[in-house]
């Protein structure tokens, strides 16, 4: 088994923590952003903003899984003449696809005045078409980076974009604040690829060899079956919200949303940080387990700690944003649901550094398929937009519960359906029922309240040794490094 050396280790533990610190930060300025819009354009106009941050969202998965792709290819091959030749390949299919992108916005403006007539698309399409190309281009760039341990350069940029778009909300709120944040968005976009590829440790360029670019775009197509799987069975409920529910539930909805996406931020970091290095270690060789039980041993009381820690702090949101009172149910279920998940971030890793990312698709695949039909057979059936938050967050159960498993598989355990729940504990199912329990019998208030203190109880010798292994981490940390990381 691979193994990175221990001022390696040291650099990377500081420069995740400081990018952890940096996404709360960022994520804090965009919660307060977030609910300084939906005041501004109130439930209506928070909906159309709802609707173009959804197809955004869709647009960046024309990146074919590339980001993903790279990051695993340059942790598991060393020799810089490779890894230039792997970086043109990917850049190549890079600089295709956002090449039709930027053009198709224009087209969808002019030919297609009518396409979401109730959303405005038409007078907003190429900008968000340019606004896809930039967090593509970003997202490629930033997956570059953390290879190569650049996380600080990372971090810098996500803030300064996070104050700008904060900044746009006053200066802009007299007149079309969903265009100004579209146009803020690409501009800081492009600012954020320009400093990504000044001083770089890397060469760029492209390749005109047909072979290369078609392996870059084989290679990624099943981390974007994957990836665009699992986004889509959330992506999958805002959109059946959209299609079928009005536009005010719509705003419900999408606000429920993008509160689950961003707790998460920070941990999610941590994770992203941490991928390439993880698959370097579990790509080869044996051992898996007690690399994985360290990662799982900080990374599952974190989740469920922010999990509920958010759902009892989800009254005082409410208090301030009273006219989204209905969104509290389908928030606490999302919230419950991306922790759910991340939680499962080892186990993927392990199956993308042994080459077994076209099972990991199919699995996603599959989940979304089981989402999506419960979510139109909900809307058919006029059910309230809760149970779509409900079907979404099964869905990721079911998921993370296969792929633990077969990760399980791949280290040469028995077969057990049970392992994620072994992994997660029967005290993080309990207080997440007593949560919602408490709720639906008209406890809201008090529920999250509850639910966290259970958890901690319960959980005592969990998180306890969670804490010892994190203090080791920023013990060994706080120590000198004679070599630092990139």
């Known amino acids: 088994m691979r193994h990175c050396t221990a001022n390696g280790r040291v650099a990377l533990i500081r420069k995740a923590l400081v990018l952890m610190v940096s996404r709360y930060v960022a994520y804090a300025i965009s919660f ?99 606004a896809a190309v930039v967090v593509i281009l970003r997202e490629f760039f930033f997956s570059l980076l953390r290879v190569y341990g650049a996380l600080h350069r990372i971090s810098a940029m996500e803030l300064l974009t996070a104050v700008a778009l904060m900044i746009t909300v006053p200066l802009s709120a007299s007149g079309d604040l969903i265009r100004w944040l579209l146009l803020v968005t690409i501009g800081m976009g492009a600012l954020t690829v320009f400093v990504s590829t000044v001083r770089v440790p890397f060469r760029l360029g492209v390749t005109t060899s047909g072979p290369a670019v078609a392996r870059a775009a084989t290679l990624g197509l099943p981390f974007l079956i994957a ?94 944003l009273s006219d989204f009172e209905p969104a509290r149910n389908a928030t606490m279920i999302l919230l419950m649901s991306q922790g759910v998940f991340l939680a499962s971030f080892s186990h993927r ?44 967050a099964v869905s990721l159960l079911g998921l993370s519960v296969a792929v633990t498993s077969y990760g399980g598989r791949l280290m040469g355990e028995p077969d057990r359906s049970d392992r994620f729940f072994r992994i997660m504990g029967l005290e993080a199912f309990l207080s997440m029922g007593v949560a919602v329990g408490l709720s639906v019998l008209g406890y809201s208030q008090s529920a999250g309240v509850v639910a966290l203190g259970l958890y901690v109880l319960l959980a005592r010798r969990r998180l306890s040794a969670t804490v010892t292994v994190v203090s080791d981490l920023l013990r060994r940390a706080r120590r000198p490094a004679s070599a630092g990381g990139a």
């Open 227 to 320: 990836n665009f799987s699992v986004h889509l069975i959330a992506m999958s409920g805002r959109t059946v919200v959209s299609v079928f529910y009005t536009v005010e539930e719509m705003g419900y909805y999408s606000l429920a949303t993008s509160i689950s996406n961003a707790v998460f931020l920070g941990l999610a970091a941590v994770a992203w940080a941490l991928y390439p290095k993880l698959v370097e270690e579990v790509g080869a060789g044996s051992g898996h387990g007690q690399v994985l039980e360290r990662v799982d041993a900080i990374i599952v009381p974190m989740v469920m700690m922010t999990t509920l820690t958010s759902v009892a702090l989800l009254p005082v949101l409410l208090l301030v």
């Open 349 to 392: 890793t392990l199956a993308h550094a042994q080459r077994h990312e076209g099972y990991i698709a199919r699995l996603a695949f599959a989940s979304f398929l089981v989402n999506a039909t419960a979510g139109l057979l909900l809307a058919f059936l006029d059910a309230h937009f809760t149970w779509i938050a409900v079907a979404t």
């Open 32 to 130: 307060v952003r977030g609910i300084w819009v939906a005041a501004v354009l109130g439930p209506g106009g928070y909906g159309v903003w709802g609707f173009l941050v959804l197809i955004q969202a869709y647009l960046k998965f024309l990146g074919l899984g590339v980001p993903t792709a790279i990051s695993r290819e340059l942790a598991l091959e060393k020799r810089p003449e490779h890894r230039d030749r792997e970086i043109r390949g990917f850049l190549t299919v890079i600089a295709l696809v956002t090449s039709v992108l930027a053009v198709s916005g224009f087209v969808v403006a002019d030919l297609f005045p009518d396409l979401f007539l109730r959303y405005r698309f038409h007078l907003y399409s190429p900008l968000v078409a340019m």
